[in-house]
């Protein structure tokens, strides 16, 4: 395959990728963590702040039962770069994400940062690994 074809195929994965990630917003928006959990692999993992790692798809269902709970949840994630490996068969979507609920102690407003790690198989592109993190103090 010539570099630009190879540069094509790997653009249109990326472009997969990036409406995969809209839908998996869909689905989270649907608040409905059944809908959630099948975007990621068997033993994907869930990285959330001050809460154990998730992993596996059981386990990753869980905590966004829990995240998907959260009263008057506002959430919201924009890919800023997705980067397919030249294999073709692992990626990185790097983004920013906003994020709010009511607490015990009032409304908390965030907005950080995530990476997602895609890994593609025969059923397609799935999470194998989802961070994100504050950029508030």
């Excluded at 905590?63 to 397919?84: I, M, Y």
């Amino acid at each position: 395959m010539t570099s630009t074809l190879a540069a094509r195929a790997m653009e249109t994965e990326a472009q997969t990728i990036r409406a995969l990630s809209a839908r998996w917003l869909r689905a989270a928006d649907s608040r409905d963590a059944a809908r959630v959990a099948p975007f990621y692999t068997e033993d994907g993992a869930f990285l959330v702040p001050n809460v154990p790692l998730a992993r596996g798809r059981a386990a990753v269902q869980a905590v966004w039962s829990q995240l998907l709970a959260a009263p008057n949840l506002e959430l919201a994630w924009t890919p800023s770069s997705v980067d397919v490996a030249q294999a073709g068969d692992m990626a990185c979507e790097i983004g920013s994400h906003r994020l709010g609920m009511d607490g015990p102690a009032g409304r908390i407003d965030d907005e950080g940062k995530y990476v997602v790690v895609w890994r593609k198989a025969e059923q397609g592109w799935q999470v194998a690994a989802d961070i994100f993190n504050s950029s508030r103090a």
